[in-house]
């Protein structure tokens, strides 16, 4: 089997190459050439961490694995390590032998941060200018980072619950070239794009904070009892999810659905949008919203095309098992 350590990732894997694998692989989820396993993810009781599974298969790549890992809160301040880690595990599809071992760190940061760009891409008003950002952790510059592609965003707004952490994302809006505002949560009624990348378990962001034709892409929430959006805002909204059955078991849709406010049935494919058998927003004054739950598929994607890269560049590792 290969290995591909994680400090090769950075050289290997780009925001594109991210953004093509994960826009792919939702079309393929929706086309049902691709599905999700039941998502595993346990409270160890230990360091408060969160750990757990995420599998797939994509009969049509031929792609079979997992990524194992989860959410440590305590490794940046005890230990000057990244909250999240993980590490994608891939198999042989015709022989179940395992094929690689790669560090998912860095490309758990691509892929989610593909994602809430593949939504903004497909769901945005095409005249969005000002993007909002809830969250200043590490997801977070990775997301606004790849989001300022996406369309010509003039101006970035940011608010965060612990609001000494705004640099973090402020200097990637202004190494971008586009200037960055701290406000409030009202203030959030001037953005055109919202993405929200908190561990929050109680809502930030209300149904009143919100203008019209506004598109939001929120993706802290992959975890039961998760929280950053109030259920009534997904309740005036147009939901779109990466999958279903993870947008309202462990995702933001799980608080609307749970109360009764929106059914599962109206919780949408962000692949069906891509594939257009969707249409996707159906008028400018509609809020959408991406419940990016995250996926095992989307991981198991840019670990293939890394693992790829990594042989032909002769940065792969091969062991025995
Ligand atoms: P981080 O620890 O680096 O940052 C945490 C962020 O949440 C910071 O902005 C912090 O200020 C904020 N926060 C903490 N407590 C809060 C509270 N009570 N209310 C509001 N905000 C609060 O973490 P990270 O690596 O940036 O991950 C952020 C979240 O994204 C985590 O919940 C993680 O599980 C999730 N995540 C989701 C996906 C996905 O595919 N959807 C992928 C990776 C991470």
């Known amino acids: 089997m290969w290995i ?33 396993f039941p998502v595993v ?36 301040e005890k230990r000057g390590e990244i909250n999240h880690q993980s590490t994608v595990f891939l198999f042989d599809p015709d022989t179940g032998k395992t094929h690689a071992m790669v560090g998912g760190n860095l490309l758990t940061a691509l892929r989610t941060a593909a994602a809430s760009s593949v939504s903004i891409k497909h769901l945005a008003r095409k005249d969005a200018r000002v993007l909002g950002m809830i969250g200043a952790g590490h997801q977070a510059t990775f997301q606004l980072r790849a989001a300022l592609e996406t369309h010509a965003f003039e101006k970035v707004i940011g608010w965060n619950y612990h609001p000494e952490m705004l640099p973090n994302i ?92 929106l059914a599962q049935a109206d919780v949408r494919e962000l692949g069906a949008v891509i594939n257009g058998t969707d249409p996707g927003r159906t008028s400018e004054t509609e809020i959408t919203v991406f419940d990016g739950t995250g996926v095992g598929l989307q991981d198991l994607a840019v670990a293939a095309s890394v693992v ?10 091969e062991v025995d098992v």
């Open 308 to 317: 790829d890269l990594a042989i032909a560049q002769g940065v792969a590792i």
């Open 41 to 76: 993810r346990e409270a160890i009781g230990h360091e408060d961490a969160l750990y757990g599974f995420k599998g797939g298969f994509d009969r049509a790549g031929l792609t079979l694995g997992l990524k194992a890992g989860g959410y440590w809160p305590h490794n940046l």
């Open 170 to 261: 402020a200097a990637v809006a202004e190494d971008a070239g586009v200037p960055f505002e701290a406000v409030e949560l009202p203030g959030m009624a001037e953005a055109d794009v919202i993405i929200s990348i908190t561990s929050a378990f109680a809502p930030s962001l209300m149904a009143d904070h919100i203008s019209p034709g506004t598109h939001i892409a929120a993706m802290g929430t992959d975890t039961k009892g998760k929280q950053e959006l109030e259920a009534a805002l997904l309740a005036q909204a147009r939901v779109f999810t990466d999958e279903v059955a993870q947008s309202v078991s462990i995702g933001e849709a799980q608080h609307a659905v749970g109360q009764g406010l």
């Open 4 to 36: 591909v350590p994680e400090r090769e990732i950075a050289g290997l894997m780009s925001r594109e190459a991210a953004f093509e694998a994960v826009e792919a692989v939702f079309a393929a989820m929706a086309a049902r050439d691709a599905y999700n």
